[in-house]
């Protein structure tokens, strides 16, 4: 008796640790929704003791209103494409060489980004099959930390391939 007991208190417990949810969310217990020139918007009541109400021009925002979640926003599912890039030297002076090697042609987007966010260069070049080199002269920008972001579209399909580096440029 007791070995069955403890037999359905490990299934009851594994039961109950695999329901739970991994991503916070918040259930709204009273209240309800109501869909207005084609916005959802959900409302809540019993939630805060205090009551604060932002304002703009074309919004008014009071808490117990709910932001609904839009399942379109996430990760893009990115088709994998074998390939390797390597960025080198970092930390550089001047040139940043940008050798790719890919299995098909197409073409190599490059951003240069300060650490702001703020792209102060972009180049485009054609690829072809194999491994290619490219350079990116960082002589006109001052010292300091940059981000390169690579993005490869290959002609052949619509996967693609993106990476992002960080180079050191020093006088």
Same mark, same amino acid.
């Given at each position: 008796m007791?070995?069955?007991?403890i =037999?359905?208190?490990? !299934?009851?417990a594994?039961?109950?640790?695999?329901?739970?949810?991994?991503m916070?969310s918040?259930?709204?217990?009273?209240? %309800?929704s109501?869909?207005?020139? %084609?916005?959802?918007?959900e409302w809540?009541?019993?939630?805060?003791?205090?009551v604060?109400?932002?304002?703009?021009p074309?919004?008014i925002?009071?808490? %117990?209103?709910l932001?609904?979640?839009d399942?379109? =926003?996430?990760?893009? $599912?990115?088709?994998?494409?074998?390939g390797q890039?390597?960025?080198?030297?970092?930390?550089?002076t $001047?040139?940043?060489?940008?050798?790719t090697?890919?299995d098909n042609?197409g073409k190599?987007?490059?951003?240069l980004i300060?650490?702001?966010?703020?792209?102060i260069?972009?180049?485009?070049?054609?690829?072809?099959? %194999?491994?290619?080199t490219?350079?990116?002269?960082?002589?006109?920008?001052?010292?300091g930390?940059?981000?390169?972001?690579?993005?490869? !579209?290959?002609?052949?399909?619509?996967?693609?391939?993106?990476?992002t580096?960080k180079?050191q440029?020093?006088?």
């Amino acid at each position: 008796m007791k070995r069955n007991l403890i =037999v359905v208190f490990w !299934l009851m417990a594994s039961f109950v640790g695999h329901s739970q949810s991994v991503m916070p969310s918040a259930y709204n217990s009273a209240g %309800g929704s109501k869909v207005i020139g %084609g916005n959802t918007y959900e409302w809540a009541f019993a939630e805060m003791m205090l009551v604060n109400t932002a304002v703009t021009p074309n919004v008014i925002v009071t808490s %117990g209103v709910l932001q609904p979640v839009d399942p379109n =926003v996430g990760l893009e $599912d990115l088709q994998a494409i074998k390939g390797q890039v390597n960025v080198f030297p970092s930390p550089t002076t $001047d040139l940043l060489t940008i050798e790719t090697t890919f299995d098909n042609s197409g073409k190599l987007y490059y951003l240069l980004i300060d650490l702001s966010g703020k792209t102060i260069s972009s180049n485009i070049a054609s690829l072809t099959s %194999g491994t290619t080199t490219n350079t990116l002269s960082l002589s006109t920008y001052p010292a300091g930390e940059y981000l390169l972001r690579i993005l490869y !579209l290959p002609v052949c399909n619509s996967a693609k391939y993106t990476q992002t580096f960080k180079v050191q440029k020093i006088n």
